[in-house]
């Protein structure tokens, strides 16, 4: 067993939360990527995932819906108090409901008030926590005010039911209206090296207010691993089915960002993934990615990114050997990109 302290902390912008500089995004243990995974070879990951030094790890109570909550739950309450637990709450969640839309049918957004208190009630019970450590709106949902959302969560927080609030793909505009209401302290996004949408807007607003920012998909999805190439098949269960972003013609082009990645890892003595992740830690002190994953050689090769040091020469390598690609394929549906940045 190594020690705990082989990942360096980091802080999320201007509070007291400090995390591992990676964290582990958990949703495909249960969700999204095909089938939920067996319960005990995913409880053993996510110990090993504590015992090599990440104290930061995401879930929702739509990944299943609840089966991902649950497994989290159970599988990290011997380490109560030494791990960050990061949930969501915003749609409307029911056994076999589709928030994925992968039937087509566009999830419900909730954020009323009431919604809010009784997901988390939920939560805690499958998170076995007396309190949430960050509790994101998953979506900005456009029909209640985010004040009102913000509002919720403050009298959360002052009830000793949540400690940090924070938003995901939500709009600069949002995020400061929220901000005047209840301090965010994390937005997650997605972010990396073949989605930089964040840094026009977003990141300039997270400066300013001192937020942290949390990219989810910091490896585009798998794609980014070099894993993945247009030969590639995946099944129906699998959401990079129905996503334009991974048809094949989509793939082969963006096969570019890959060739980019491994002739820096080469250079490195790295993998194409820990250069993925190393760009996007290199990028500003108050980011913290999430990769998820199902297998421990694929967690234990994210973990080394955090050893990679690129040299302001590599970092400006990159920039311009990027430049040049343009990400074919849009990133989401169509029902399910009207949802982001509201």
């Given at each position: 067993m190594q020690k705990e302290e082989t990942i360096q902390k980091r802080k999320l912008g201007k509070t007291n939360l400090e995390v591992s500089a990676i964290g582990l995004g958990c949703m495909g243990m249960s969700f999204s990527y095909g089938p939920p995974k067996d319960k005990q070879e995913m409880t053993t990951l996510l110990h090993a995932a504590v015992d090599r030094g990440i104290t930061f790890?995401?879930?929702?109570?739509?990944?299943?819906?609840?089966?991902?909550?649950?497994?989290?739950?159970?599988a990290l309450s011997p380490f109560r108090g030494k791990v960050v637990i990061a949930t969501k709450f915003g749609f409307d969640c029911f056994p076999g409901s589709d928030p994925r839309g992968m039937k087509g049918v566009p999830p419900a957004l909730n954020s009323q008030p009431e919604h809010i208190k009784q997901a988390v009630e939920g939560s805690l019970k499958r998170l076995k926590l007396e309190t949430i450590d960050l509790l994101y709106q998953h979506r900005v949902d456009p029909n209640v005010p985010i004040e009102d959302t913000a509002g919720a969560v403050k009298e959360l927080i002052q009830a000793g039911k949540v400690k940090h609030f924070g938003m995901s793909e939500a709009s600069a505009k949002t995020i400061r209206r929220a901000h005047a209401v209840q301090s965010v302290t994390v937005l997650q996004s997605e972010y990396s090296l073949w989605w930089r949408k964040p840094e026009a807007e977003i990141l300039p607003t997270l400066e300013e207010l001192g937020i942290?920012?949390?990219p989810?998909?910091?490896l585009g999805k798998g794609f980014l691993t070099g894993a993945i190439n247009e030969t590639t098949k995946f099944d129906s269960t699998d959401f990079r089915s129905t996503l334009p972003r991974f048809s094949t013609e989509a793939m082969k082009a963006n096969l570019a960002f890959v060739d980019l990645l491994g002739t820096m890892a080469k250079q490195k003595k790295a993998t194409p993934a820990q250069i993925a992740l190393a760009w996007l830690l290199a990028q500003k002190p108050w980011i913290v990615p999430i990769p998820g994953t199902t297998k421990l050689n694929?967690?234990?090769?994210?973990?080394?990114?955090?050893?990679?040091?690129?040299?302001?020469?590599?970092l400006r390598q990159i920039e311009s050997a990027s430049s040049n690609i343009k990400a074919v394929g849009a990133r989401y549906p169509e029902l399910l990109e009207k949802m982001t940045g509201l």
């Open positions: 790890f995401d879930t929702a109570e739509v990944y299943g819906p609840f089966l991902n909550e649950e497994l989290v739950g159970e942290g920012l949390v989810y998909s910091p694929r967690l234990e090769e994210n973990i080394g990114a955090a050893a990679v040091e690129l040299t302001p020469k590599d």
